[in-house]
């Protein structure tokens, strides 16, 4: 049997995605910045996208740049905001957890005379808005936190923090990439300037996202150019662009509700049967597909690699670290101790798994951990 | 894939995984703070290595190179254990990628420390340079335990109750 | 009839292109980040086009780094570079028919506090190797001079360039996205340090390209973050990246001779039947597939608009500046006066286009100049 | 599409191209840099405008604009046409991309004109204001002409015999 339980790495696209992309390919396959029909009906698919977009995230159409990614458009958001408002302050605050290239971006900005201030989280992966109010300056100019953990799902609170950003006078931007479409979040409603989001965790091809930027918000653009797109260069990629607009299209309720129970079934019966196994993240504020547990006793690529064997993908850490020796940053965040944080085993359910496979999945995970403890002289841990 | 097909194998058939009860030498290396700890177990005949048995609780490379060193020492004398490099252990896997190569490291102290445990059980003259390499190898396993609590202490308390 | 004349805008996807990409939406989908099989059946796809690319170009396999288009590198290129290097220098060359996003880039290179220079072109866009040493500094960190004008066609004399870079030691990149796989061109014996490519303009897909960066070069990445590929973070764009591969797979002489016998009718017939008609650019040294002209008495976009209502793709300037207003900064630096940089029409072939479309074009073309002098008051012009 | 499907219309099948000989009014505004010139040419009986020819070198919204001009204009008096604005043009045709605003604010310039040079020929007195309109229209032409050859001037000549 093949398990795929790795959607938080990146998701197969749908058969609905895939069918309105490929007439963009071939037949369709003009550059929105050219005058002739060919150009035309690009423009009118990309428009029509960015419309679908625009509205599932509480913004105006011309507020959504398409970009190539959540790499792109959170180094943009956070690279962007720091160059452009540098005038009015060069504090920049994010958090512990988040992704690594929000992470990587702020060290970089600090070599670049930024002062970056990270928020910390609680046991469960939270950040405390009390925290944020505490650390918020007058030369604060932007606040990045994202929704959703792509390790261990916890879910920000984010009307509070926005409503802070807001009452300082902060831009506040959040890397949604993990939530989109699974959590509300609104532009407006939520006190944002800035969110993050891409297509290849929910249905849509890799390397497409997009920025969405409030009117008005001064941003300097990573990609100077012909501006394409409003304050981003570059041919835009039209058949991703559909397939993203798509994928936001067919994201809905009753998929999120399969993914949840799904979930569930899967943390309850892993609890309940594997021993010496802990939930990371938070019980209930976590995104619906995600769940995040540590195995003491054993190491977390080991049992990945023994699952892969078995047919079944998964990750430990995040996808991007695997190639890295540290324990996840995200789990030494929330306080697991290293011995824990190396045996993290993260499942993230898509809408397209079965029961029967979660169950399969089950079943290896009990025996491969149980064999992995073994051979590590843990067995009774 | 980043491991060889030869990683593979070792690390999904590990060879001489277990213990050896009434040992002659036990060794560990590693700890749990860069994920892997591994113990190697060693029966001597005539100063030479008859058996060898690991236990590794780590990645896929730190499971794969327990497995192959014990597999290289098996029938060599005490001496020619203590030649082997780790890049024996990598060149007999088919190459470990560069973040893991430390686990061959790893896997050679384990070994070097249960031949220092079973020279010191029998007596026996230590060679400078495995002295030198003793004292490296417990620090950097006590240096750890002391920071992080009592779960390696308790594994090796288990594994050495097992034998 | 539909003729589609716009190739150096973008092309078709080719059907064994699309064909090579297919798997890589909904079967083969996995994240090349991911330890298990699907990704690193995704790792083995990226590796075989990374080959075919560097082999391509003269580079090693690991030289090569897949971006979201030309764009992208163009601008890591510059910007990576001048951060990365500016304790050796601060001045940069480049030249003044860059494509817009070389000039932009380094627009804002110059309030960063590096300082650039533009060397100017001849009647036919070719760059005086002359002028480049005479304007080459201590200081200089790099020079950047593409290969073939995407809008006039000129292709530079790389090699003399590259090595005039190499004996004063400044690093050299070349934005080849219009010549690549038409133009040899070569890392190493073209004396290269950087090279963009990219996928949209050889028949393979929109928003994938790569940076081909000789080992040792020293480049601040554009995308902080999990460094999925070497420099460059953000999930690994598969489809796009097969699709780029087969792209250039695929491309061989036999094409470029078919591309390059169809410009040359199109260029005569044009030139003998359309009265006032001059050709842009240099009459050998040009991209095999371009052909641009200046018609007295006439305006660009109006000559475009006509000729696609007749089914037939055309541009004017370049794609991405067909919004502005000003003549196209190519044909001013070539010196062609206001009037005739506004009545400039660029086509471009492909390997695709027949015989028969290329006489429908050439008819249409007579046909709309004439109509559009003669609402202009200019028939006899 | 950028354009509106109305400036399409206006573009493909222009209403009121060509030259009216003996003119009661000929106007020009635009220059080459910029890309558009145009040319309105009116007949003017009663003080009312009954006919109105354009010539247009330029794109397409300078086309389209011309068109429409001499369309709403038809039938108006003279004072009536000089009310005109460009945003009356924008309207008809259904709106205009922003960078090509400056063609509908072209073409009331070359109605302005043709008004202006009607009003010259018959020695009647001139509007303050459209006196003003004047100045600046043929300037922006003449500046542009000396600057940038004889190509305008020639066309001129051309359309001015054509009448
Ligand atoms: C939370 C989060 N942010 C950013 C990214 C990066 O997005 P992309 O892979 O589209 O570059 C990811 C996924 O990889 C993510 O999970
Ligand atoms: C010469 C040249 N450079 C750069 C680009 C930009 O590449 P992309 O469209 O992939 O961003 C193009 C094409 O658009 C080009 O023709």
């Known amino acids: 049997m093949k398990v795929y339980l790795d959607h938080g790495a990146t998701t197969p696209v749908a058969k609905q995605v895939l069918d309105a992309m490929t007439p963009y390919f071939d037949k369709k396959f003009g550059n929105p910045a050219s005058l002739h029909i060919w150009g035309t009906e690009a423009v009118d698919a990309v428009e029509k996208s960015r419309k679908l977009i625009a509205k599932r995230i509480g913004a105006k159409q011309n507020e959504v740049v398409f970009t190539s990614g959540g790499t792109e458009s959170n180094n943009w958001a956070l690279k962007g905001v720091a160059f452009a408002n540098q005038n009015n302050g060069r ?85 949604a990439c993990q939530s989109f479409t699974k959590e509300p979040l609104d532009l407006n409603k939520d006190k944002l300037d800035l969110i993050t989001i891409n297509a290849h965790k929910i249905y849509g091809p890799k390397g497409v996202g997009a920025l969405v930027v409030k009117n008005g918000t001064k941003l300097t653009p990573l990609f100077h150019g012909g501006q394409q797109d409003p304050g981003r260069s570059g041919t835009i990629n039209v058949s991703g662009i559909v397939g993203f607009g798509k994928s936001v299209e067919i994201a809905d309720n009753k998929k999120n509700k399969l993914m949840k129970n799904l979930r569930n079934y899967l943390i309850d019966r892993i609890m309940d049967e594997v021993p010496n196994s802990f939930l990371n993240g938070h019980p209930e504020k976590r995104l619906i597909n995600n769940a995040n547990f540590s195995f003491k006793g054993l190491e977390g690529e080991a049992l990945v690699l023994r ?17 890295k020796l540290e324990p996840s940053h995200v789990l030494m965040a929330i306080g697991r101790p290293a011995e824990l944080a190396h045996g993290s085993l993260r499942l993230t359910v898509g809408w397209e798994n079965k029961l029967a496979e979660i169950e399969y999945a089950i079943d290896m995970i009990k025996k491969e951990a149980k064999w992995l403890r073994d051979i590590g002289g843990c067995d009774d841990v | 894939m980043m491991y060889s097909k030869n990683v593979m194998e070792h690390f999904m058939k590990p060879k001489n995984s277990g213990t050896i009860k009434n040992a002659d030498g036990v060794g560990q290396a590693g700890n749990i703070v860069c994920g892997d700890v591994m113990f190697i177990f060693i029966k001597v005949k005539d100063d030479v290595i ?23 020492a098996k029938g060599k004398t005490i001496d020619q254990a203590l030649e082997m490099s780790n890049q024996d252990i990598v060149e007999a896997l088919g190459g470990l990628p560069p973040v893991k190569v430390h686990c061959s490291l790893l896997a050679i102290d384990a070994l070097k420390e249960a031949i220092y445990d079973y020279l010191k059980k029998q007596d026996r003259e230590i060679p400078a340079e495995l002295e030198r390499a003793h004292e490296r190898i417990s620090k950097e396993v006590q240096g750890i335990e002391g920071k992080f609590g009592n779960f390696v202490e308790k594994q090796r308390e288990f594994l050495l109750d097992k034998k």
């Not at chain 2, 008859?50 to 290289?72: P, Y």
């Open chain 1, 91 to 175: 504090h920049i605050i994010t958090q512990k957890t988040e992704h690594d290239c929000v992470l990587k971006a702020s060290k970089w900005l600090e070599t670049q005379g930024f002062e970056l201030s990270y928020l910390g989280v609680d046991n469960h992966g939270l950040v405390d808005p009390a925290e944020l109010e505490a650390t918020i300056r007058e030369d604060t100019i932007l606040v990045s936190i994202m929704q959703g953990n792509n390790e261990i799902g916890t879910v920000q609170p984010m009307r509070e923090l926005g409503r802070i950003c807001k009452e300082h006078g902060a831009l506040f931007h959040s890397d």
């Open chain 1, 307 to 323: 699952l892969s064997a078995r047919g079944i993908a998964s990750s430990t850490g995040s996808a991007c670290s695997s190639k």
């Open chain 2, 50 to 72: 008859m058996d060898l048995k690991f236990k590794a609780l780590g990645c896929v490379a730190a499971i794969a190179t327990s497995s192959i060193v014990t597999e290289l």
